[in-house]
């Protein structure tokens, strides 16, 4: 069982910059992409952006291309997303996943383990 803790969600203006973590138990870290997915409340859960085992590989959503950033430290079993240029379009849950491969992805049925999720909230 990997259990995936996010953190650093919380309230920041349009235009603004926040950085979440997500913290992974899996022993095997090193050997399995991860993620990032979103829901908003009302719709459906959305593909954010994926990095390969080896950080050497990242997919991103069009919708936060040139804005977000996924990196992963597999020293520390993290990884993480820098979001900039933050809009209300980009208010949601957000959860970090872990993946059964080891190459980027945007579907979720390739996710074994998913965190609880970390809300995010931009105001206008």
């Known amino acids: 069982q990997v259990q995936l803790v996010e953190s650093g969600g919380g309230l920041v203006q349009a235009g603004g910059s926040l950085r979440l973590s997500c913290a992974a138990s899996d022993q095997s870290f090193s050997s399995y992409a991860m993620g990032w997915f979103r829901q908003a409340s009302g719709k459906e859960r959305e593909f954010v952006a994926s990095?390969?085992?080896?950080?050497?590989?990242?997919y991103y959503a069009d919708s936060v291309k040139g804005r977000f950033t996924i990196s992963r430290d597999n020293a520390k079993n993290t990884v993480a997303l820098q979001r900039n240029s933050l809009n209300p379009a980009d208010t949601a849950v957000y959860s970090c996943?872990?993946?059964?491969?080891?190459?980027?992805?945007?579907?979720?049925?390739?996710?074994?383990?998913w965190g609880r999720g970390a809300q995010v909230t931009v105001s206008s």
């Open positions: 990095i390969s085992w080896s950080g050497d590989h990242t």
């Open positions: 996943t872990h993946s059964t491969h080891s190459g980027v992805f945007a579907r979720g049925s390739v996710c074994d383990y």
